[in-house]
Each structure stands twice: as C-alpha cells, then as structure tokens.
C-alpha cells in the first residue's frame, strides 16, 4: 500500500540521454487497479492500521434513521469526518447525541466504498468534559421541563388520611422495613398495597414504570410511594430515566417520591406532586401523626370556646349597659307581668285547642264507624271467611260420603264374592255343561255314553267323552 503511494507520488523519469538509446533497458510491465481493488486495498490498510482509535470533536448533522443507526460528522477547525454508529452499541448511550456538543468518540477507522470516504465505525461514545450521565440528566430535565411537567399547577394535594397506601419499591432493601416501621407507629389503620419491582440495574426503570401503572388500577388507592435507599448516581439513575417519569406524570393518584437520601434529586422527585428527603420521611409525609391530629383538634376546640366567650361577655356587656337607663327602669317587672299573661293565654289557648281536638276526634270515629258498616273490604272478608268456612264443610262431608261408599262398596264385594261360583270352583269344584254349553249338568242320567260334554274348571276347561254313566 505504502509502495503504491509512493510510486504515485514519485516524479516522472527524466528523458533517456543519447547513449541510453544505444541500449535501452527492457520495458517494466504495467500493474492496473480497479477502483474497487485500490479501494478495498485502501480498506485493508486503514482497518488493519486504525483498529482502535480514538478521536475528539464536534458533532454535526446528528440524526438517528429509520434503521435505528445514528449517522454524524466529526470536525473540528481543520477537517471533519463522518461516522457511524449502529444501533446496537447506540442503546447502551445514556444521553442523546446532538448537534454542537463535544465528544469523544472510539472506533475503527473505515472506507465506504460506494463513496471511497473513509470515516469512523463509532462503538463508544462519550461527551468531552461533562460526565455522560450527568448530560442525560440535564437533557432529559431540560425536555421534561418545557413540556411543564415540572410546573407546580400540576401538583395535587396529598389526603389527610388516606385509606389504602400504594409502595412501589423493592422488598429486599431498608426503604420498605423503614416505611412500614413508620406507617405501623402512626397510622396503624392504613391499608398497604406494596408493588415490589427492581430499583437498580438494566431495564429496572421499565419494571418501576410498570409497577407505577399497575398499583394505580388497584380499587381505592389514595396516594403512591416511590423510591428506594440510598445509593451512588448509578444506583439510583433508574429514578432519572424517562419511562420512570413519563409514569409519574401520568399517574391518577397523588405520588410522592422518596429516593436516597436528603441531597440525592432526581427527575423523579421534579415530576412527582411532592419529594420526600428519604422514604421514612415519605412515610411520615404521607400520614399525619395522631397525636397531631387531635392536638389541632384541641387548638381549634379552645379557639372556639374563647371566641364563643368573647361574644357572650360582649352581649352581656350590651345588656347591663342598656339596663342601667332610666328609659329601661321598671322593666324586668313589666316583663315579668306580659310573661305572666303570656303563661295564662297559652294555657287557655292549649285548653281550647284540646277541647276542639278531642271534639274532631270523637266525630271523626264516628264516621269511622259508620264506614266501617259499608267498607267493601270488610264485607269481602266476611264472605270470603263463611266462603272458606262453607268449603271446608263441603270437604269434610264429600270425604265422609267417599269414605261410606267405599265401606258399602268392600261389604258387598266380599259378599259378591262368597256367593260366586268362581269362587267354589277355586276351592276344588268343577261345572259341566252340555256340547254346546246351554245347559248346566246336575246328574249322570242328563247325558248318555259317547256324548261330549264340557267341563269348567278354577284355571282352563276341559272337553270330554261320556264313557259311562251310573
């Protein structure tokens, strides 16, 4: 590679002397490149030469395609270069590349052949200066913020007493044995729904984000904790990703977020509607105390009762004050007396009124009586009562005749029966009767030898020949 360089760039030969044309040397033979072979040859150089470089600048013309690659340029006062960085290496990024900021960038140094430009296969990627979770920090704040969900009209208030508290953290941490240690001291008649999810570590933040969204759809949910113990800025940067925000934001219930300790900020603690130091302060946040409660109760209880006081000494005042003029002497006796009359024509007027009353009443049963006489329902009673009585007459003499008929009826069968025939013939019998069975047979003499008789037994008949007959 470097040979051909250098015999591209070497001047040209210089025309042969007199005596070279005596004896000219033999013609060298002509290697030919295609441009592909020269530069995939290029290729090979720079790629075996730059494996792992790294390089400092300004990005330019930053955008992320539809096939998720970010494509830039990297410049500076002398030159620029142009690279790319694929979308798998580009997830791992914490903050958005842009126009305008510094970077350094590491990376194998590459041709594009369509182009024949070299440019800068970008694997990692930081900003120059400013940590790279710091930037994403202040670029996702500074989003967040112009979209006003920073802003404190959006704010909601804490319940006095919630019912039913959401926790959204991990139960293998303090944070959790904090709260509940706290929640069980002041306000031991609060419910507790505790969502548990990872707080640390890749995709923690999409498992907060759901965990949010979930516990919200739990019935009577009053008020959310989120957050976690302290820890280092890595630990607790699930806290200051987006998804972690975007599902504060949208939440239906009050959230207070309780991450680390009292100089951690997160974004969290910017969108949540109140930010608690550590989570045991979120929980003491979250439930007024009960002894505070009914002090204020007592405060309010004692204001009252001196105002109350404060009024009746005033009207007390007022009265003494109008009592002690002489256009008021003689006064309570005055008073005294039209009580007196007023007493007496309350009674007279009580008297009459129960006179007139118990006159009303006597005349309204009265009527009630006479009513009474011609009330249909009444009426229909009665005959629905000798209808029912009638009935169960009727009943009871059809069941008694049933029952005489059915004795009248087994009497005279068992006599039917000792009287029938049949019934001599089960006992042994037998009936003969003539040929053609028109006349019963009572003696030996009514038939002749070699006639036929018939003879009817219990079960069957028989058919016989007279042999003889005595």
Not at 3 to 18: F, G, L, N, T, V
């Amino acid at each position: 590679m470097r040979d051909i360089a250098r015999r591209a760039q070497a001047p040209p030969p210089e025309p042969a002397s007199p005596v070279d044309l005596e004896a000219p040397p033999p013609p060298a033979r002509r290697r030919v490149l295609s441009v592909g072979d020269l530069t995939a040859a290029i290729r090979d150089q720079l790629e075996s030469e730059f494996v792992n470089v790294w390089v400092e600048g300004e990005l330019s013309n930053a955008k992320v395609w539809n096939n998720g690659h970010l494509y830039f340029t990297l410049k500076d006062e002398r030159a620029a270069l142009k690279g790319i960085m694929f979308r798998t290496q580009l997830r791992y990024l914490r903050f958005k590349p842009t126009d305008g900021l510094r970077v350094i960038a590491r990376g194998r140094i590459t041709i594009y052949d369509p182009k024949g430009e070299y440019q800068i296969t970008c694997e990692h990627m930081e900003p120059q200066g400013l940590g790279e979770l710091q930037l994403a920090y202040e670029q996702l704040k500074k989003t967040l913020q112009a979209e006003g969900l920073f802003d404190e009209s959006r704010k909601r208030a804490l319940p006095a007493f919630p019912r039913k508290i959401g926790i959204v953290t991990s139960l293998d941490g303090a944070a959790i044995r904090d709260m509940l240690k706290v929640l069980g001291r002041r306000y031991r008649n609060a419910h507790i729904v505790i969502r548990s999810t990872r707080v640390q570590g890749d995709g923690s933040a999409a498992d907060i984000a759901q965990a949010i969204r979930a516990i919200q759809r739990v019935p009577g949910v009053d008020v959310l904790i989120v957050g976690r113990g302290g820890g280092s800025i890595e630990d607790l940067w699930a806290f200051n990703e987006e998804p972690v925000a975007r599902a504060i934001a949208t939440c239906t219930v009050p959230v207070i977020s309780a991450v680390g300790h009292e100089t951690d900020v997160t974004i969290a603690d910017f969108v949540a509607d109140r930010r608690a130091p550590t989570p045991s302060a979120a929980a003491e946040i979250v439930v007024s105390s009960r002894d505070e409660f009914c002090q204020r109760i007592d405060r309010l209880h004692d204001r009252l009762d001196a105002a109350m006081w404060d009024i009746v000494q005033t009207l007390s005042r007022r009265v003494h004050m109008l009592g002690s003029r002489p256009a008021f002497a003689g006064f309570p006796t005055r008073l005294a007396l039209r009580d007196r009359d007023v007493t007496e024509l309350t009674h007279r007027l009580t008297m009459q009124m129960r006179a007139r009353l118990g006159a009303r009443e006597r005349q309204t049963l009265a009527l009630r009586r006479q009513l009474d006489q011609f009330d249909l329902g009444r009426r229909l009673a009665t005959i629905h009562t000798r209808l029912a009585t009638a009935d169960a007459r009727l009943a009871t003499a059809v069941h008694r005749g049933r029952d005489r008929a059915e004795a009248r009826l087994r009497e005279r069968a068992a006599r039917l029966e000792s009287l029938s025939p049949l019934a001599v013939l089960g006992r042994g019998y037998a009936v003969a009767w003539n040929a053609d069975r028109t006349r019963a047979l009572r003696a030996a003499s009514d038939v002749n030898p070699g006639d036929r008789i018939r003879v009817t037994l219990a079960d069957g008949e028989l058919d016989c020949d007279v042999r003889k007959n005595r």
